[in-house]
């Protein structure tokens, strides 16, 4: 430790303090070039449950060009010359690693006496967390078992490389521009019950999935209410209670719109579950099934705007939330986007989320590299992307205990998309708690 010590908070020269006189004098008087380095991450291990076995405890690692100890200057010219060189070159190292791993609060350097501090004993909050740990983890089973049915080919890590390439050439405003369909506008008008269907602009090798639809329920207003579009969780158990969410939109003045998202509902594939062949090891499908969602309702809303809509609101939920998140990226006219437990990080998703345990192990079998499947974040990866719609409308609803959207990762999106709002609750990944507290605070901010 150049500094000799230990130092956090507003005395750390992280923070801006100035840098202690004893490594620009070791390196003087040893007459040797002087290496940067800043390790974020290492004062966790002051708290005693980093220590259990088997609990990861993540350490980042900065290390910068090595300084002169500029011998052709005076003592004391050389020796403020490598404080000045130090001192800049830990900020920048610092803010580096905060920007590249999207570093949280709880991330940077905390004093020994606050990671060692042990929080008062809640039974309650400890039975909630229990609970919530369970269900998250019999839901994750399934999707492995799910998952398991789906194996990847000889040809998977080249066809990914060719898919990456491609897409590296195209912002995320080209990658899900949505084609006018005239046919949906025409939909909408002789619409005689609530669903509307239409082709999809994206071709599939399941016929079913080619067919888009959603379900509209009017308000009484008509066409001078806003309208929320519903986007559903991934294998989303039934769409009843949408339903019913929708008719308490209705009542409260607002068109309401449940869209059967790629592989689910209608769109099932024949001999598949609900959802099962949305997310699989089969990354350019997933990519695939994400652009057709994002793309399929920025061509709903064009074609209600095209028919007197004017006003819309998102409510996404898990997988919803993540296809929320990137509308978010692409639609600049939204009154809302409420998005709870949204897949935002997707590197996590993919690489540690205890729901995929199954795809990795056929990613790493196919030699499709984390370093590749990086490349596509730019148009996948809600937290590697800014909004195009006013951050100040975008809430983000979260679970204390959620083992899949981590809380972490919320946090962090929600910081990075600056003016958003932020609500956590004490619940898993599943649960209902957080539809019920999202309607009421749209309510509340009077969306």
């Known amino acids: 430790f150049p500094e000799g010590g230990i130092r956090d908070g507003a005395c750390s020269l992280l923070?801006?303090?100035?840098?202690?006189?004893?490594?620009?004098?070791?390196?003087?008087?040893?007459?040797?070039?002087?290496?940067?380095?800043?390790?974020?991450?290492?004062?966790?291990?002051?708290?005693?449950?980093?220590?259990?076995?088997?609990?990861?405890?993540p350490v980042w690692i900065a290390f910068g060009q090595a300084i002169s100890h500029f011998p052709e200057l005076e003592k004391s010219v050389a020796r403020a010359r490598i404080e000045q060189e130090l001192a800049d070159g830990f900020q920048r190292l610092y803010a580096e690693l905060r920007r590249k791993f999207q570093l949280t609060r709880d991330d940077l350097p905390h004093p020994p006496r606050e990671r060692m501090?042990?929080?008062?004993?809640?039974?309650?909050?400890?039975?909630?967390?229990?609970?919530?740990?369970?269900?998250?983890?019999?839901?994750?089973?399934?999707?492995?078992?799910?998952?398991?049915?789906?194996?990847?080919?000889g040809r998977s890590a080249e066809e990914m490389d060719r898919y990456v390439v491609e897409c590296e050439k195209l912002t995320p405003h080209e990658y899900y521009a949505a084609p006018k369909d005239v046919g949906l506008v025409a939909a909408i008008q002789n619409a005689n019950g609530s669903s509307l269907t239409w082709r999809?602009?994206?071709?599939?090798?399941?016929?079913?999935?080619?067919?888009?639809?959603?379900?509209?329920?009017p308000s009484g207003r008509g066409k001078a209410a806003p309208t929320v579009i519903m986007l559903h969780a991934l294998m989303s158990a039934t769409h009843i209670g949408y339903r019913r969410w929708a008719a308490q939109f209705n009542e409260l003045g607002w068109n309401a719109c449940f869209v059967h998202l790629p592989y689910h509902y209608s769109r099932v594939p024949r001999g598949h579950w609900n959802g099962e062949l949305a997310i699989t090891a089969d990354l350019i499908r997933n990519a695939e099934g994400l652009r057709q969602g994002v793309i399929e309702v920025r061509q709903l809303i064009g074609a209600l705007r095209d028919h007197g809509y004017s006003e819309f609101g998102i409510l996404g939920t898990s997988y919803g939330g993540w296809i929320?998140?990137?509308?978010?990226?692409?639609?600049?006219?939204?009154?809302?986007?409420?998005?709870?437990?949204?897949?935002?990080?997707?590197?996590?998703?993919?690489?540690?989320?205890?729901?995929?345990?199954?795809?990795?192990?056929?990613?790493?079998?196919?030699?499709?590299?984390?370093?590749?499947?990086?490349?596509?974040?730019?148009?996948?990866?809600?937290?590697?992307?800014?909004?195009?719609?006013?951050?100040?409308?975008?809430?983000?609803?979260?679970?204390?205990?959620?083992?899949?959207?981590?809380?972490?990762?919320?946090?962090?999106?929600?910081?990075?998309?600056?003016?958003?709002?932020?609500?956590?609750?004490?619940?898993?990944?599943?649960?209902?708690?957080?539809?019920?507290?999202?309607?009421?605070?749209?309510?509340?901010?009077?969306?």
């Open 15 to 57: 923070e801006g303090a100035p840098l202690r006189a004893g490594a620009s004098t070791l390196a003087d008087m040893a007459g040797v070039p002087i290496v940067r380095c800043v390790i974020l991450g290492s004062d966790r291990l002051y708290g005693k449950r980093n220590w259990m076995p088997l609990w990861r405890t």
């Open 117 to 153: 501090r042990s929080q008062p004993k809640n039974p309650r909050r400890r039975l909630h967390r229990a609970a919530a740990n369970a269900v998250d983890f019999a839901m994750c089973v399934s999707m492995n078992l799910m998952q398991s049915r789906h194996r990847l080919n």
């Open 200 to 217: 999809s602009p994206i071709e599939t090798e399941f016929p079913r999935n080619n067919v888009a639809r959603a379900d509209f329920f």
């Open 324 to 447: 929320g998140a990137l509308l978010a990226m692409v639609e600049r006219d939204l009154r809302f986007v409420a998005l709870m437990c949204p897949i935002v990080n997707v590197e996590h998703a993919i690489w540690q989320n205890p729901g995929t345990a199954f795809m990795r192990r056929e990613l790493r079998r196919a030699k499709i590299a984390p370093e590749l499947v990086a490349r596509h974040f730019h148009l996948s990866s809600p937290l590697h992307n800014e909004p195009a719609c006013d951050p100040a409308r975008v809430l983000f609803v979260s679970g204390d205990f959620d083992l899949i959207a981590r809380p972490a990762d919320i946090d962090a999106i929600q910081q990075k998309w600056r003016g958003s709002e932020l609500l956590r609750f004490p619940q898993g990944h599943f649960g209902y708690r957080v539809m019920r507290e999202t309607v009421m605070r749209l309510k509340e901010r009077g969306f």
